[in-house]
T-cell receptor
């Protein structure tokens, strides 16, 4: 089955530093990748949608200069949290879509990254 | 926009049956997902419905009524390991899944 690898699984960083999270589709080409954020006991909130080779589309309220998304290839997307602050501490999850026409099983989630900013 | 509503928490007894409801309002509809999520882990796919009716898959079944904007996930023969959060997600006109807040299911002996 389709596998999406997300790294790191956990990261602790100091306030003001930047953190990069990688999301790779291992056995398929992901035309679109989604980045979600989840606070404790809440649901997944979409942050941005990225298509390979083009700029990401950010949801309202998400700062594109703070959350940098790069989708340079069909198998890799990265999310960089710049100048992280404690309020950025959250669970970040990526999801990859294999392409249209496979809507039922077309979305695969990474294992998530627990970011703690101290 | 989209609005998805599901109960915050439910409790049930091991071996019993539980039904988790989800109602939605969406502009455009291309299907509804149910996911299971254990604490600190990513969601795992349970089901996808795009046509009205019941889809049965082992102990889990999912139902959809598009005219009513309603779905439910039915879990039979509950096991302790079924204690988790269950997320309803709607695929709208943009083909981007939008998630409900999730229902925390607690299964007790």
């Amino acid at each position: 089955g389709a596998v999406v690898s997300q790294h790191p699984s956990r990261v602790i960083c100091k306030s003001g530093t930047s953190v990069k999270i990688e999301c790779r589709s291992l056995d398929f080409q992901a035309t679109t990748m989604f980045w979600y954020r989840q606070f404790p006991k809440q649901s997944l909130m979409l942050m941005a949608t990225s298509n390979e080779g083009s700029k990401a589309t950010y949801e309202q309220g998400v700062e594109k200069d703070k959350f940098l998304i790069n989708h340079a290839s069909l198998t890799l997307s990265t999310l960089t949290v710049t100048s992280a602050h404690p309020e950025d501490s959250s669970f970040y999850i990526c999801s990859a879509r294999r392409g249209t026409g496979e809507m039922d099983y077309g979305y695969t989630f990474g294992s998530g990254t627990r970011l703690t900013v101290v | 926009g989209q609005n998805i509503d599901q109960p915050t928490e439910m409790t049930a007894t091991e071996g019993a049956i539980v039904q988790i409801n989800c109602t939605y309002q969406t502009s455009g509809f291309n299907g509804l997902f149910w996911y299971q999520q254990h604490a600190g882990e990513a969601p795992t796919f349970l089901s996808y419905n795009v046509l009205d009716g019941l889809e049965e898959k082992g102990r889990f079944s999912s139902f959809l009524s598009r005219s009513k904007g309603y779905s439910y996930l039915l879990l039979k023969e509950l096991q302790m390991k079924d204690s988790a959060s269950y997320l309803c997600a709607v695929l709208g006109g943009s083909y981007i899944p939008t998630f409900g807040r999730g229902t925390s299911l607690i299964v007790h002996p």
